[in-house]
DNA sequence: TAGCCCGGCGTTTTT
DNA sequence: CGCCGGGCTA
């Protein structure tokens, strides 16, 4: 039995796969068989008689748990099916249902997505007279999901905790307050949530965690790079008892430390646990020995990563090469005729091309070029069907119906469609229920108090008909029924009818959909509740998997693209400043820059056989065009000679006045004044020229823009400043350039200015 | 109440 | 260049 679990894999999966029982960390590079490694070990584990119901295995992804799922079912036809296989939010918000009564939770809480957090947060910002303009909402809503990952409350976050940055902390820390009360008068958890309550628990009940510690004697934990502190909490509280804990990732694709993840989760394991064993695999199956060296090439760049190196025994067939184009035009053109000819010619299938790109805003031209030429293509991760409108609308319906306290449905749905009740009469109302600390669906029955006028009020009580029928229903229904009632009787489609454009013909397209969505969860579910489904609602969010067969280009960013793989990729939109992206503040982060270097490394790694480095000495983005010099990761990958482009390109632009140059100015920013664009161009192509010649680790970092930053960045976010008037303050906030540098400075009397720069006369203190 | 216009702003986004 | 949201007006 034994033999024939390991018999596929090469010697280190196989000790990966055997070694059970103590704390094991595996190094598993891009293409290196890791599913495979987990799956048979789950197998080994059952063949030993080991229960399924002990084994946890986590991942990130839905995508990811439901593959790992249906894998080690293949393997282990009956048993497998008892393993617990799913992402970190599923396990917690199923964990968080179940314990509900004991650890002091709603059993049937919402779940809030970052545009939910967004609705409260704006109610927030109003309650507390926060104006919008000096703290921006979705900028709030990040640090408070990040306070969350790092197991932070609103007290954690005050002054008392943190030295810089007085008022602004204390301000964040009071609307994280606020936010936490409306969110549980609104009976509803956020995805940040999910994770920090049931750490919580854990914590605060010692009966609870044994029994969960007893329960699940093997933990698996996939992309273990991604965690973040909190969910590396649980990891470590689930496995204290046995310490049979095997986690696995790869710190060279980390990718999301913007969202919290901590790449040190995984390079301190050893540390964690000192007994630990740790394996590396690094014998790739998927690429070309000369993509995994150029990759290699790239990624070796940075400091801060376990030395590993991928080899391979694959033929060495394909190719890496770079794409030079004149703008992104042309960059979309040549990309399609290659691909059209290597179809066309037998070669290939669509499906086995693959566009990446670093922002979705590069998609359009791509499309434009493929339907010209009629490439069939699929665009992933743009418009997801739970984003769009129409959807969100019928789903805050069930959600409201499931929960009248969800208050950020309840708005989202009042007045769609229009029932006459407006912005006015929804302050009042929602005054009101802040007056009486009860939700705004309490609050309908006090109408005439909050000063509603008649009209209204009918209005009111004919949707309060209708939801306490389709209550009723959900009751004594599927969901099925509920939503086809939902659809019918809400009026949204007769709406939608009566408008009868092309666009409400492809949103009632979506709505059916979406009821097929619905009949496709009644069968697949063990759930079948209302809840059920708005739990796996909330949690899953695409549905693009389908199209998988389809024999289509793919075009996707980098960030959609780990875990994929495809015969030929191409990498596009390789320009400084682009791709590595730059902000003005963050132009010489060093961090950041290898953050972008690694998603250059995950991009180039998906390539099973061609790989081409794209980049465009033209580029027009928001209206605006302007010169680009090559990414570093270009030049990093070996191809030197593309520095020679920045010369020519560098004198044509000197001769035409610099018209304008991509230098990292950030985006809708006005050009800058000739004398500063000569400079930055000069400064470029000496830093460039220096990191050929002299190529240091460091220089190489500081490569491009270095010094615009000295120029421009000499006021940082963060620093502080005395005005002859104002007095006293700190930068929080910064925008524009050169001479249209405007600060937001907060100043020590609680006020907010926004100063340009040039005139304030600020000083650094 | 709702529709229109203007101005600001635009990295990535597993759940 | 386009989108979204706030504010103003019919």
Not at 109 to 117: E, G, K, L, T, V
Not at 407 to 427: A, D, H, M, Q, W
Not at 428 to 451: D, H
Not at 455 to 465: D, G, P
Request: charged letters at 25%; glycine letters at 4%.
């Amino acid at each position: 039995m034994k033999k024939s679990i390991v018999e596929n894999l090469n010697f280190s999966q196989a000790e990966a796969v055997l070694c059970i029982e103590k704390p094991l960390i595996i190094f598993a590079g891009a293409g290196t068989g890791k599913t495979r490694v987990i799956t048979h070990k789950i197998a080994y584990l059952l063949s030993l008689g080991i229960s399924p119901c002990s084994i946890l295995a986590v991942t990130f992804t839905n995508k990811a748990a439901i593959e790992m799922k249906k894998r080690v079912i293949d393997l282990v036809p009956k048993t497998g099916s008892n393993v617990w296989i799913s992402t970190f939010h599923s396990f917690c918000s199923y964990f968080l249902r179940t314990e509900a009564l004991k650890i002091g939770v709603p059993s049937d809480f919402s779940i809030y997505n970052f545009a939910d957090q967004k609705c409260v947060l704006k109610d927030c910002f109003k309650e507390l007279n926060i104006d919008e303009n000096k703290f921006v909402v979705s900028n709030i809503a990040d640090r408070i999901s990040r306070a969350k990952d790092d197991l932070r409350s609103p007290v954690n976050m005050t002054t008392k905790f943190n030295t810089e940055n007085t008022l602004f902390a204390n301000t964040v820390a009071e609307i994280y307050e606020l936010y936490q009360k409306k969110m549980k008068n609104a009976g509803s958890l956020d995805f940040g949530d999910l994770i920090m309550q049931t750490v919580l628990a854990f914590q605060m009940y010692p009966i609870l965690l044994d029994y969960y510690q007893g329960k699940y004697k093997y933990i698996m934990v996939d992309e273990y790079q991604d965690t973040n502190y909190a969910q590396y909490v649980l990891v470590k509280l689930l496995a204290a008892k046995y310490h049979n804990i095997c986690v696995c990732g790869d710190d060279d694709q980390s990718i999301y430390s913007w969202r919290g993840a901590d790449v040190n989760n995984i390079l301190s394991f050893e540390k964690d646990y000192p007994n630990s064993r740790s394996i590396k695999l690094e014998q790739n199956y998927r690429s070309t020995p000369k993509i995994l060296s150029v990759a290699y090439q790239v990624v070796k760049h940075n400091t801060a990563r376990v030395d590993k190196r991928l080899w391979t025994q694959n033929c060495d067939d394909g190719c890496v090469k770079v794409l030079r184009t004149r703008n992104e035009n042309d960059e979309a053109l040549k990309i399609a005729k290659l691909i059209y000819l290597d179809v066309y010619s037998g070669k290939y299938n669509f499906s086995d091309f693959a566009i990446f790109y670093r922002t979705n805003a590069q998609s359009r031209v791509f499309e434009d070029a493929f339907r010209r030429i009629c490439i069939p293509y699929t665009l992933i991760g743009t418009l997801k069907f739970y984003d769009r409108a129409e959807i969100k609308d019928i789903v805050a319906y069930l959600k409201f119906i499931h929960n009248q306290n969800d208050n950020v449905s309840f708005k989202r749905i009042i007045n769609v469609p229009r029932r006459g009740v407006g912005k006015t009469s929804l302050e009042k109302l929602e005054k009101f229920s802040l007056m009486k600390n009860i939700s705004m669906w309490q609050t309908i029955i006090f109408a005439r108090e909050a000063g509603l006028t008649e009209k209204v009020i009918v209005a009111l009580n004919s949707f309060v008909k209708f939801i306490r029928v389709s209550i009723e229903l959900k009751n004594n229904a599927s969901v099925r029924e509920v939503v086809e009632k939902v659809i019918a009787h809400s009026g949204y489609v007769q709406e939608l009818e009566i408008e009868n454009l092309h666009e409400s013909k492809i949103k009632i397209e979506n709505i059916q959909e979406l009821i097929s969505a619905v009949k496709d969860f009644e069968k697949t579910s063990l759930d079948k509740s209302l809840m059920g489904y708005l739990t796996q609602v909330s949690l899953i969010s695409d549905i693009d998997s389908a199209d998988e067969s389809k024999n289509k280009v793919t075009l996707m960013t980098l960030h959609l693209a780990k875990g994929l793989e495809f015969n030929n990729v191409f990498i596009c939109g390789l320009e400084e400043g682009l791709f590595p992206i730059i902000r003005e503040t963050t132009i010489c982060n060093k961090r950041e820059l290898e953050e972008e270097r690694r998603l250059m490394y995950v991009g180039m790694t998906r390539a099973k056989k061609r790989l081409y480095l794209c980049w465009s000495l033209e580029r027009t983005i928001y209206g605006k065009t302007k010169w680009s010099a090559p990414s570093r990761f270009i030049l990093e990958a070996g191809f030197k000679d593309e520095i020679m482009y920045i010369k020519q390109n560098f004198s044509m632009n000197l001769n035409r006045k610099f018209s304008a140059i991509n230098m990292g100015t950030g985006f809708n920013k006005k050009f800058p004044s000739a004398t500063e664009v000569k400079y930055n161009i000069f400064d470029d192509y000496h830093h460039s020229y220096i990191a050929l010649n002299d190529k240091t680790k460091d220089e190489l970092v500081s490569t491009t823009g270095a010094s615009i930053v000295k120029i421009l960045c000499k006021f940082k976010i963060g620093a502080m400043v005395t005005h002859p008037i104002f007095g006293r303050g700190k930068i929080i906030e910064k925008s524009g350039i050169g001479n249209d540098l405007k600060l937001t400075v907060l100043f020590e009397d609680g006020q907010w200015k926004k100063l340009l720069a040039r005139v304030a006369n600020l000083t650094l203190i």
